[in-house]
């Protein structure tokens, strides 16, 4: 069935198609719209589920934990002030184990008041132990929490499947709804191996002494690195099903390409655009749009720039003091493996203003104007 529906009520289809069990929900633009949705399908049947009104966003995940603990499929969503306000408990999830998928839409963080997008809200979680998903289109929303729940299931670790305000969230595009029997063939029913229950009474996220501490960490890191290949896989059978891949990476036009434009969400399918001008004027540009931020998918990035000359990074963030998210973490892909290939940092489109084909020419054209970077960062529109 296609439906045109907007960005936020993607997410909240995708949490109804995975038959999620328990939804924990407290309201923040410009993500509100995913839970109200959620709540009428609750309301008239649509989704047989636990709606959940808590106060505040930390409660929020603090239910979803304990759903999830208890062997329920649990689903939430939130932005901005609210995931920060979340910190303490997505540490909780990560180190409990429990799949818990969430939504975020990518708010710009205060002070200034905003409420438009980058992505400074979500990387500021970088290190609490989700896997993260990029998304730049209504319909990968909807294939992505699909996708997450799988990938998440299989590893007892929780994912956030992410995408920009406004841009994406408010924006209506045709998508493609599932059949929901074709979801449950991709997507069987959550059945942890170990739950709370009096039938079976066991410890959750107990005190744990240095004695066992570190070893839990390496587990989860060692199950974190299995995630690129099993994205990998549940992408391939995803496509097999409906006809859509879900991968790490989304390159387009690098294989002769002698500049390369990593991206990610929305700029990624504006610096397409960018490239077919570009191209057509006789430049081989090419661009490496970055699905999955976490785990990092190394193996992908180095592939897909190894014969360019030249990589440049646009971030919609910043790591004050340091520069882009993302170039920290394309170098550090790339360190040992690029030929000493300079990869340069560029910043644009915070707060939510636009990043447009005109942004990725001018990155272009000052990468081919300099052998290597004046300065760790370049910012693109800032009236400096």
């Known amino acids: 069935m296609k439906k045109v529906i907007m960005g936020n009520h993607a997410l909240s289809y995708g949490a109804m198609l995975a038959r999620s069990q328990v939804i924990a929900a ?10 109200e949705l959620l709540s009428e399908m609750c309301a008239d049947g649509t989704l047989d589920a636990k709606f959940i009104k808590v106060e505040s966003e930390h ?21 901005a002030q609210g995931l ?21 839409v990518n708010r710009a963080m205060a002070p200034g008041w905003t409420i438009w997008a980058d992505q400074n809200d979500s990387l500021s979680q970088r290190d609490t132990g989700w ?3 990029y998304c730049a289109s209504n319909q990968e929303v909807v294939d992505t929490v699909l996708q997450a729940f799988k990938v998440s299931e299989a590893l007892s670790i929780p994912s956030m499947v992410i995408l920009d305000a406004f841009a994406l969230s408010h924006t209506y595009e045709v998508v493609d709804i599932p059949e929901a029997a074709k979801v449950d063939a991709y997507l069987p029913p959550f059945r942890p191996l170990y739950k709370l229950t009096p039938s079976d009474p066991r410890a959750f996220g107990g005190l744990t002494s240095p004695e066992h501490y570190m070893e839990l960490r390496y587990k989860l890191q060692k199950d974190m690195e299995k995630a690129p290949a099993l994205i990998e896989a549940t992408g391939r059978e995803f496509e097999k099903i409906f006809g859509r891949y879900l991968g790490l990476v989304d390159p387009y036009l690098c294989e002769d390409a002698e500049i390369i434009l990593v991206t990610s969400g929305t700029a990624g399918y504006t610096a397409r655009v960018a490239v077919d001008a570009m191209r057509a004027a006789g430049t081989k540009v090419g661009n490496l749009r970055i699905k999955v931020f ?11 720039t190894a014969a360019a000359k030249k990589i440049a990074v646009v971030d919609r963030n910043i790591s004050y003091g340091h ?18 290939k300079p990869v340069f ?40």
Request: glycine fraction near 10%; include cysteine; hydrophobic fraction near 45%.
């Open 26 to 35: 407290y309201p923040i633009t410009p993500q509100t719209q995913v839970v």
């Open 59 to 79: 409660s929020a995940m603090a239910a979803c934990i304990g759903a999830s603990a208890a062997g329920a499929r649990a689903f939430t969503a939130t932005s």
């Open 84 to 104: 920060a306000l979340m910190h303490e408990m997505l540490h909780w999830a990560a180190g409990e184990r429990v799949p818990v998928v969430m939504g975020n």
């Open 345 to 384: 940092g560029f910043i644009a489109g915070l707060g939510g203003r636009d990043i447009t084909p005109a942004s990725f020419k001018e990155v272009v054209d000052y990468a081919i104007a300099h052998e290597q970077p004046e300065a760790e960062i370049v910012w693109i529109g800032a009236k400096i």
């Open 294 to 304: 976490r785990p990092f998918p190394f193996e992908a990035v180095r592939k897909y």
């Open 131 to 133: 896997m993260q998903y």
């Open 323 to 340: 520069h882009g998210i993302f170039s920290q973490e394309l170098k550090s892909a790339v360190y040992g493996h690029a030929d000493g």
